[in-house]
């Protein structure tokens, strides 16, 4: 390891705690990271905050947005000062959110990604994207540019008390050292239709396994009408699949209220999570009129607890992505809270 690979003292000192927990080559490769964040609603604060405690070398936060009085309920970096509704939001955080960390390099943006999109260059800048609260057709068009240049993407939101992370991180490839069982792993195995074991090797003196695993992921587009589900899941757990998932799913086709107070029409839920149950291959009974009730009520709200679960799990996810050490969410995380689960699905 060179010079310019090493932590130096002050970093080894700061960041001791996770060393232990990740390892050094883990937090080599935080040091090396330059990541772009989409949006500083709930959930990207939490992922922002726990990226910059973590020791990312760069992040830069992209948000044209202004400062609403809802922005209070999950956004802390802002200041106690209702006079700045309507201000420009990120010249107000920056200063709050430096004084965690001094190590990390932190810049803004306050174009917006409209405008970004007529010079995708931009993007190529960053080697991990986060992208959260945006509508249907500008994650795809989002996906679109992030695969043409070979840039993983995160895309994740909330509704009140449900929650999604989306992943499109192309291809990743893990290296763990487990103990060995009483047979060992075999290369060129599938685990899963999107997970095969590329290679084993077998120390005897310590009775490990270091097992290589790629991961390859779908476009986000594709995510939309997958027909995975009924192949996923045998029929107690169709049963149990939290109706969460289809109407996660229609959300993405209903406009955002423009008075986040305001419910969404329940009748246009209901039909657009039927259309999704039929493109996903699952019942329409999945879905209960509790639920609809709940996700009309709460569609495209922050409530904290929620955004720090979303942001946290977000966060930790692309600490492992980042590690190499074990296989990152592919491709779809689902939050019910109602449930107290959060399952991933390879659609």
């Not at 060179?2 to 080559?25: F, H």
């Not at 790629?214 to 939290?242: A, C, G, H, V, Y």
Request: proline share 4%; with cysteine; net charge negative.
């Amino acid at each position: 390891m060179s010079t310019e690979e090493q932590l130096t003292n002050d970093e080894i000192a700061l960041y001791d705690r996770q060393i232990r927990l990740w390892g050094m080559a883990t937090q080599l490769r935080l040091r090396s990271a330059k990541i772009l964040i989409i949006n500083l609603g709930g959930v990207g604060t939490e992922v922002v905050k726990n990226l910059v405690l973590g020791g990312i070398n760069s992040i830069e936060i992209l948000d044209d947005s202004v400062v609403k009085e809802e922005d209070y309920a999950t956004q802390f970096f802002l200041p106690d000062d209702e006079s700045v509704v309507g201000q420009l939001k990120l010249p107000l955080v920056i200063d709050r959110i430096k004084e965690l960390n001094s190590l990390v390099e932190l810049t803004t943006n306050t174009s917006s990604l409209v405008k970004i999109f007529d010079d995708p260059k931009y993007f190529q800048t960053f080697n991990l994207i986060v992208a959260t609260e945006l509508d249907k057709s500008t994650i795809e068009k989002l996906n679109g540019i992030t695969r043409s240049f070979n840039i993983p993407l995160y895309v994740a939101g909330v509704h009140g008390m449900f929650g999604y992370i989306f992943t499109d991180l192309i291809k990743h490839v893990s290296v763990s050292e487990k103990d060995a069982g009483n047979q060992l792993k075999e290369a060129n195995t599938k685990i899963t239709r999107t997970k095969t074991i590329t290679e084993v090797s077998y120390d005897e003196k310590t009775n490990k396994e270091k097992i290589t695993v790629l991961d390859e992921f779908i476009p986000i587009s594709e995510i939309w009408k997958s027909n995975k589900l009924p192949t996923l899941l045998n029929k107690r757990q169709m049963k149990r699949l939290s109706p969460a998932v289809p109407l996660t799913f229609a959300l993405f086709d209903i406009k955002k209220p423009d008075d986040v107070e305001q419910d969404v029409d329940k009748q246009i839920l209901a039909e657009q999570g039927q259309r999704v149950c039929t493109e996903l291959g699952i019942p329409t009974t999945v879905i209960s009129e509790d639920y609809l009730e709940v996700f009309s009520r709460q569609a495209f709200t922050e409530y904290a607890p929620v955004t720090a679960i979303i942001g946290g799990a977000l966060a930790q996810d692309i600490i492992q992505f980042l590690s190499k050490k074990e296989s990152p969410i592919n491709n779809v995380l689902i939050l019910d809270s109602t449930k107290s689960e959060m399952p991933i699905y390879a659609l």
